[in-house]
């Protein structure tokens, strides 16, 4: 986020100001897909060129990998557990630690261990379907842990827990966007004492009630705030308190029932981009007011874009938008023009994971494991296309660090690099 407007600065960042070297959340350190610093990172690979190194997981995840220093943490079952694996750079077992009994997932794609960790480089903080929320030290020593279906009541999510927990300056907040009682919960990073809780019901109709979206954490005008997308809305919530700021709805008008939405809004130079309606709408809202801003705040709609699962990636006043289908395009985030876009492939399979903006290339990654890379130019590129190998399964987003890319499948680990 390096562009500024008059009056309003943005920084979307973790509490801890995160090197070359770190990836501590699954859509990396400005919750948006990029990749800031460090080049490097291969364009070309193949299942025996450019992987250093490919490691068999004790069991299921679609988590991505969270990276701090040395130290590769990601979320998988472990003996019918909710499991935490620790490993180093090189790829090999540091520690492992269960936390609660694993509540499988419904849907074929889908496990009881899909959120990604997150970490401030002091902690690191953990959530599965089955309700558990966790903070660990970088030894694997449990700090505190919570059950949120305890605290607060069932999950009503039709399918499986999806949304990974974001640390603010002093918590760590979990939303909860369901049918029946929806809330955003934070508890202080350190004690695990619960810091506040705010009830998010929206009075959208079924299925729409639900989101397994992630928020977006960033300081606007000086504070600190959690954009929310789901149940027909964005809500932005200071992040001390939990309290609404403003609001925008409308993304639902016909009143549909079955409106859940997956993907995550991403923010640039001052724009919530929201995709909605099962990938049929894009919608742009410009920060700041206060209440209902539906009417003042949003900046444009595009529809039928089709990013129904993966959440756009956002850079230089550009927003790249992947379709499930795997059509990739590039708007200008200030009017919604689309400025080229392109299909990296046909075929039947489709798209779970983000893109991820790094050195000058945009990557896309198939649920077969098949890795597109784009130029992110002033056209349609298409620079490679990457296998790994039969039988693999990808949903999970890879992470990016120092000249390496993590790309984690069901039932493995890869680290690709030169």
Same mark, same amino acid.
């Given at each position: 986020?390096?562009?500024?407007?008059?009056?309003?600065?943005?920084?979307?960042?973790?509490?801890?100001?995160?090197?070359?070297?770190?990836?501590?959340?699954?859509?990396?350190?400005?919750?948006?897909?990029?990749?800031?610093?460090?080049?490097?990172?291969?364009?070309?690979?193949?299942?025996?060129?450019?992987?250093?190194?490919?490691?068999?997981?004790?069991?299921?995840?679609?988590?991505?990998?969270?990276?701090?220093?040395?130290?590769?943490?990601?979320?998988?079952?472990?003996?019918?557990?909710?499991?935490?694996?620790?490993?180093?750079?090189?790829?090999?077992?540091?520690?492992?630690?269960?936390?609660?009994? %694993? #509540? +499988?997932? =419904? *849907?074929?794609?889908?496990?009881?261990?899909?959120?990604? @960790?997150?970490?401030?480089?002091?902690?690191?903080?953990?959530?599965?379907?089955?309700?558990?929320?966790?903070?660990?030290?970088?030894?694997?020593?449990?700090?505190?842990?919570?059950?949120?279906?305890?605290?607060?009541?069932?999950?009503?999510?039709?399918?499986?827990?999806?949304?990974?927990?974001?640390?603010?300056?002093?918590?760590?907040?979990?939303?909860?966007?369901?049918?029946?009682?929806?809330?955003?919960?934070?508890?202080?990073?350190?004690?695990? %004492? #619960? +810091?506040? =809780? *705010?009830?998010?019901?929206?009075?959208?109709?079924?299925? @729409?009630?639900?989101?397994?979206?992630?928020?977006?954490?960033?300081?606007?005008?000086?504070?600190?705030?959690?954009?929310?997308?789901?149940?027909d809305h964005v809500t932005a919530h200071d992040a001390a308190t939990g309290h609404e700021l403003w609001r925008v709805g409308g993304l639902n008008p016909t009143n549909h029932k079955y409106f859940r939405s997956i993907a995550s809004p991403v923010v640039v130079d001052g724009i919530v981009v929201a995709p909605y309606a099962r990938g049929a709408t894009l919608t742009a809202i410009r920060l700041g007011g206060s209440g209902d801003v539906t009417k003042s705040q949003v900046v444009w709609t595009k529809e039928k874009m089709e990013d129904d699962v993966p959440s756009p990636a956002a850079a230089d006043g550009k927003v790249y938008v992947c379709s499930d289908k795997g059509e990739l395009s590039c708007?200008?985030?200030?009017?919604?023009?689309?400025?080229?876009?392109?299909?990296?492939?046909?075929?039947?399979?489709?798209?779970?994971?983000?893109?991820?903006?790094?050195?000058?290339?945009?990557?896309?990654?198939?649920?077969?494991?098949?890795?597109?890379?784009?130029?992110?130019?002033?056209?349609?590129?298409?620079?490679?296309?990457?296998?790994?190998?039969?039988?693999?399964?990808?949903?999970?987003?890879?992470?990016?660090?120092?000249?390496?890319?993590?790309?984690?499948?069901?039932?493995?680990?890869?680290?690709?690099?030169?």
């Amino acid at each position: 986020m390096r562009s500024r407007m008059a009056g309003l600065v943005l920084c979307l960042a973790v509490t801890t100001v995160a090197s070359a070297g770190n990836w501590p959340n699954w859509r990396g350190p400005g919750f948006d897909g990029v990749v800031r610093e460090g080049t490097g990172y291969p364009t070309h690979w193949s299942k025996d060129k450019n992987v250093l190194w490919k490691v068999d997981l004790p069991g299921k995840g679609a988590s991505t990998p969270v990276v701090w220093g040395d130290r590769i943490v990601l979320t998988c079952a472990i003996d019918g557990k909710n499991g935490v694996l620790c490993l180093d750079m090189a790829g090999k077992p540091v520690w492992q630690k269960t936390i609660g009994s %694993e #509540k +499988a997932g =419904k *849907h074929a794609k889908a496990t009881g261990c899909n959120p990604s @960790a997150t970490t401030d480089g002091k902690h690191l903080y953990v959530y599965f379907k089955s309700g558990d929320l966790a903070c660990l030290d970088f030894a694997g020593k449990i700090v505190w842990q919570h059950n949120l279906q305890e605290l607060f009541g069932e999950d009503t999510l039709w399918w499986d827990l999806g949304t990974s927990p974001v640390l603010t300056r002093d918590n760590v907040v979990v939303a909860v966007m369901q049918t029946g009682p929806s809330y955003l919960a934070a508890f202080n990073k350190v004690t695990g %004492e #619960k +810091a506040w =809780k *705010h009830d998010r019901n929206l009075e959208s109709p079924e299925e @729409a009630a639900q989101s397994y979206s992630t928020p977006v954490v960033l300081t606007d005008k000086g504070r600190e705030i959690l954009v929310v997308l789901g149940a027909d809305h964005v809500t932005a919530h200071d992040a001390a308190t939990g309290h609404e700021l403003w609001r925008v709805g409308g993304l639902n008008p016909t009143n549909h029932k079955y409106f859940r939405s997956i993907a995550s809004p991403v923010v640039v130079d001052g724009i919530v981009v929201a995709p909605y309606a099962r990938g049929a709408t894009l919608t742009a809202i410009r920060l700041g007011g206060s209440g209902d801003v539906t009417k003042s705040q949003v900046v444009w709609t595009k529809e039928k874009m089709e990013d129904d699962v993966p959440s756009p990636a956002a850079a230089d006043g550009k927003v790249y938008v992947c379709s499930d289908k795997g059509e990739l395009s590039c708007l200008d985030v200030q009017t919604g023009k689309v400025l080229w876009s392109g299909l990296v492939e046909k075929n039947r399979q489709v798209f779970s994971s983000s893109p991820v903006i790094a050195d000058g290339k945009i990557y896309l990654t198939r649920e077969d494991g098949k890795t597109f890379v784009v130029e992110q130019g002033t056209e349609f590129k298409l620079l490679a296309a990457n296998e790994l190998g039969e039988g693999e399964f990808v949903v999970a987003t890879p992470a990016f660090v120092d000249g390496r890319i993590l790309i984690r499948t069901v039932e493995h680990l890869y680290c690709i690099g030169k």
